[in-house]
């Protein structure tokens, strides 16, 4: 049977297949083409499991796919099992190919991390693994993340104001809304763990006066950070330190933020976590925990074997919401309030895909064809999975108990 033939048997849209065998199956019309470059493309998409070997025929440019961008390209694949090929969907492939189907087996691109290295069971989180891990992420390109982000450099969820806010008055109205959580105070200190590039350090001193500390795993981000600092004239009141938040000496913290690093921590890891944070705190102190969930407990977190795992966030793991609580709670913290900003993350995820189409020529100069594609299919496959309650995004705060007052107003006003 011809590559477009055997491969359009698994789609049920109108998806055109062309290939490296002059083939070609689905309407000539179709919104969404796939070419298949050849044989190559065919190995990984029968030796891998899921949706990772359509990954890798397309980082390593084996597939490219052809439509007015990658969500909707995404938004549709992800509806078909050519992105997601069961056992039976590539015992079906190779009955219908033959050897033609197994001709290379090819290892993957450079782009994915190696299994053993990172993702066997033994010995995750460790201090010099999660700095590996990081720094696979994080130190890509200062400029890739800028053309990316946007002049925030806010790499997390933002909170939109209003439905037609720009993404930057939005990372904005963010990194506001975890300040005034936090109930931040002229003269009060705060530690902002997982700092990234320094959005939230620099907002807090700048917007409340207050005295904060950064830190990252990242060498390029607290360089960048660093940097910013000084040209905000901030240096007196913010620092930013490559360091582990583990390794964080100083205590008597007013509060504490920690927005999106819980994702990388592992989900065993959270007890003790919540236990180092709340001993940075001073009593009456404030933590804000924000970070992207699975929507309930029973709901399995990242997969050790998928695209996310083997791409992006090396050992990154997934908790519940009730796991978070239940963890800062059994660190003798009170928690106070809770919220979904999931609408939100969509909304930021699609504003980041919107930038990297539109600086794609730039973007695959910077770090590469590979890379790009890595980043095009976990924006846009992360758009969708806020979109589709696959993954949420909560902030949790608590407080420090001092005896037996939280210090909170008897009802919240954010």
Not at 56 to 81: C, F, N
Not at 220 to 247: F, M, N, P, T
Not at 369 to 379: D, N
């Amino acid at each position: 049977m011809a590559v477009a033939e055997a491969l359009a048997q698994l789609a049920h849209a109108a998806v055109r297949f062309e290939a490296y065998d002059g083939s070609a199956a689905g309407p000539a019309d179709a919104q969404i083409r796939i070419t298949i470059r050849g044989p190559k493309a065919l190995a990984y998409l029968v030796s891998a499991p899921g949706e990772l070997g359509f990954a890798r025929a397309y980082v390593s440019g084996e597939i490219d796919l052809h439509a007015p961008d990658h969500y909707t390209a995404l938004a549709v694949l992800s509806r078909q099992k050519i992105v997601d090929l069961t056992w039976a969907d590539r015992w079906q492939v190779l009955r219908s190919l033959g050897s033609e189907a197994m001709r290379w087996v090819e290892p993957p691109p450079p782009q994915e991390v190696g299994a053993k290295r990172y993702l066997s069971g033994l010995y995750r989180h460790t201090r010099g693994r999660d700095a590996i891990a990081i720094s696979h992420h994080y130190d890509v390109s200062n400029r890739f993340y800028e053309l990316v982000l946007g002049p925030s450099m806010g790499y997390t969820c933002a909170v939109y104001p209003t439905d037609d806010a720009t993404l930057e008055q939005a990372q904005t109205e963010k990194f506001d809304l975890v300040a005034r959580k936090l109930a931040l105070q002229r003269g009060q200190r705060l530690l902002d763990v997982g700092c990234g590039w320094g959005g939230m350090v620099m907002h807090a001193a700048k917007e409340y006066g207050v005295r904060a500390l950064g830190v990252t795993l990242s060498r390029q981000q607290a360089a960048w950070g660093q940097k910013a600092v000084a040209v905000a004239d901030l240096s007196e009141l913010v620092e930013i330190r490559h360091l582990d938040y583990r390794d964080v000496p100083e205590t008597g913290f007013d509060a504490v933020s920690s927005i999106g690093l819980t994702e990388h921590i592992g989900v065993v890891e959270i007890p003790a976590y919540a236990r180092r944070l709340g001993t940075r705190l001073t009593p009456g102190g404030r933590l804000l925990n924000h970070c992207i969930t699975r929507p309930s407990v029973a709901h399995a977190s990242i997969s050790r074997r998928g695209f996310i795992r083997r791409y992006v966030f090396p050992d990154g793991e997934l908790p519940g919401v009730s796991e978070v609580v239940r963890d800062l709670e059994l660190a003798g913290l009170e928690v106070r309030h809770e919220e979904n900003l999931r609408e939100h993350y969509a909304k930021t995820c699609h504003a980041w895909c919107d930038n990297l189409d539109a600086h794609w020529d730039e973007a695959v100069r910077e770090v590469g064809q590979g890379t790009a594609r890595v980043w095009a299919l976990y924006l846009a496959g992360s758009r969708l999975g806020f979109e589709n309650n696959d993954i949420q995004l909560h902030q949790v705060l608590a407080v420090k108990p001092d005896g037996s007052r939280s210090g909170m107003p008897l009802r919240p006003v954010f």
